[in-house]
């Protein structure tokens, strides 16, 4: 009897933990798969940033040069622009290298760049990073300076023929006839020929006319200006300083042509026309040793860059003013029209706008 009740007791014990050790199972059981359903969660969250972060909108900016102010302040306007709308930019610079150009924009497009903005500083060599682009599936936007014999996808910039119209029309108002020297920029820049062209449109029929000529022609190659500096120095050489008026392409090469004059006694007796209004440019107007200069805001030409990029890299369709060749093709393509800025109209225009400060372009004088 009493041994029959101890293996009772045993059999009642060993059902307890068998029934023990089943609930803990199923309990382990329980959290294994709640554990389970967590991480999937977790990663499926994981996915979804990645995926939000792989579609934000990458933008590639090569650019010639940071050697001038005004290029300085494209690439940050460009940057902010480009930023505002909820995309990011890359930016390379080339300082003026060719090949550094091309391997900079093989880079960004090997980077998996959704679209490449160029600022080219050959208009012809880089109609090749325009075909690596293209290979890649990438559109290409040209800023400020054209493409040449490419199939670029669009171009924003402003009239730069209309820059040299400028320039001609004022120059020729105040000096209607005389000896005339032409000091142009880069010879692989395309925006040099169109500027050159503008100022010629203009210029042509006074020649004919016999009222101008044109005794000193040259470019400036890679815009140095210590070339154009160079240049006047052979123009005043060869006419015995018998000089009475001289274009320049841009305020840089401007500014050494002056710096040629000063030397021969010239200073603010021969007028000179330049572009860009650079700092240094619109303190020579204001102290009487430059003419003119031909302003074009550099806001509103990286506002409407940036804008067209992302559209263009998501794919949507942007229709241009206007349709340029540019040796290839019929490139669409928005143009700007720029300002001439003197003494008389400074302060309403590139320090109303904010480009300099009044401070900074006055220099005490007032």
């Known amino acids: ?68 102010d005004r290029w300085v302040r494209d690439r940050e306007l460009f940057r902010k622009a480009v930023e505002a709308l909820g995309a990011e930019v890359k930016i390379f610079a080339s300082e003026g290298d060719d090949a550094l150009q091309i391997l900079q924009a093989e880079t960004l497009i090997n980077e998996g760049i959704d679209l490449l903005v160029i600022v080219p500083h050959n208009a012809e060599s880089t ?39 400028f320039q001609a029309n004022v120059i020729t108002e105040i000096v209607p006839k005389g000896k005339y020297v032409y000091i142009g920029g880069a010879e692989t820049d395309y925006n040099a020929h169109l500027i050159k062209k503008g100022v010629f449109n203009v210029l042509h029929p006074l020649i004919e006319q016999g009222d101008i000529t044109i005794v000193y022609d040259q470019w400036s190659k890679d815009w140095l200006p210590e070339n154009a500096y160079a240049s006047m120095e052979e123009a005043l050489k060869a006419n015995k300083n018998d000089i009475d008026a001289v274009i320049a392409a841009n305020d840089a090469t401007a500014g050494k042509a002056i710096q040629a004059l000063a030397e021969q006694g010239l200073e603010g007796k021969v007028a000179v026309a330049g572009q860009d209004a650079d700092l240094a440019g619109a303190q020579r107007i204001v102290i009487g040793t430059q003419t003119l200069t031909v302003y074009k805001p550099l806001k509103p030409l990286a506002d409407l860059a940036a804008e067209v990029a992302v559209k263009l890299a998501k794919g949507e369709e942007v229709m241009g003013e206007s349709m340029i060749n540019n040796g290839k093709a ?36 007032e």
Do not use: W
């Open 1 to 68: 009897m009493k041994t029959s009740f101890i293996k009772g007791n045993i059999l009642l014990l060993m059902l307890l933990l068998l029934l023990l050790i089943t609930a803990c199972e199923q309990n382990k059981s329980n959290t294994e798969h709640r554990g389970l359903n967590e991480k999937p969660s977790t990663h499926r969250e994981t996915i979804e940033s990645h995926t939000e972060a792989d579609d934000k909108i990458i933008i590639g900016f090569s650019m010639d040069t940071l050697a001038e």
């Open 330 to 365: 019929e490139v669409p393509s928005i143009l700007l029209s720029p300002i001439v800025v003197d003494r008389e109209n400074i302060d309403d225009t590139i320090i109303a706008d904010g480009f300099h400060s009044k401070q900074e372009v006055y220099k005490g004088r």
């Open 127 to 165: 109609a090749m990073i325009v075909k690596k682009a293209h290979s890649a599936g990438i559109k290409v936007l040209s800023y400020d300076r054209l493409v040449r014999n490419s199939e670029i996808d669009f171009y924003i910039s402003y009239d730069n023929e209309m820059v040299g119209e």
